[in-house]
């Protein structure tokens, strides 16, 4: 089993920034790919970033405004979110996918823009 914790959403203006964090703890040996999704009211849920040890992609509406990151030492994702829209209102999720290919979600985390 692997947790996973998320933290730093919050209400920003348009145009503003905000960096949100997972940590992840319990059998983490075996992480390969770590990531975030989100989902807005009444949508599916989205890729938004993925990051593995070798490369990292992004969904083509964060293109060039969000960065993820990872911290293999502390066992910590990031994505730093600038430029933010009111579009890009949702709950945003921690996912890790192992090497299994089992999939572990965090509890989501909410990011407001406001217009």
């Known amino acids: 089993q692997v947790q996973l914790v998320e933290s730093g959403g919050g209400l920003v203006q348009a145009g503003g920034s905000l960096k949100l964090s997972c940590v992840a703890s319990?059998?983490?040996?075996?992480?390969?790919?770590m990531g975030w999704y989100r989902q807005a009211p009444g949508k599916q849920r989205e890729l938004v970033a993925r990051?593995?040890?070798?490369?990292?992609n992004y969904a083509d509406f964060v293109k060039g405004r969000f960065t993820i990151s990872r911290d293999n030492a502390e066992n910590r994702v990031y994505l730093q979110m600038n430029s933010l829209k009111p579009e890009d209102t949702a709950v945003y999720y921690c996912?890790?996918?192992?090497?299994?290919?089992?999939?572990?979600w965090g509890q989501g985390t909410q990011v407001t823009v406001s217009s």
């Open positions: 996912n890790v996918r192992m090497r299994t290919l089992t999939l572990y």
């Open positions: 319990g059998r983490i040996s075996n992480i390969g790919a």
């Open positions: 990051i593995t040890s070798g490369s990292t």
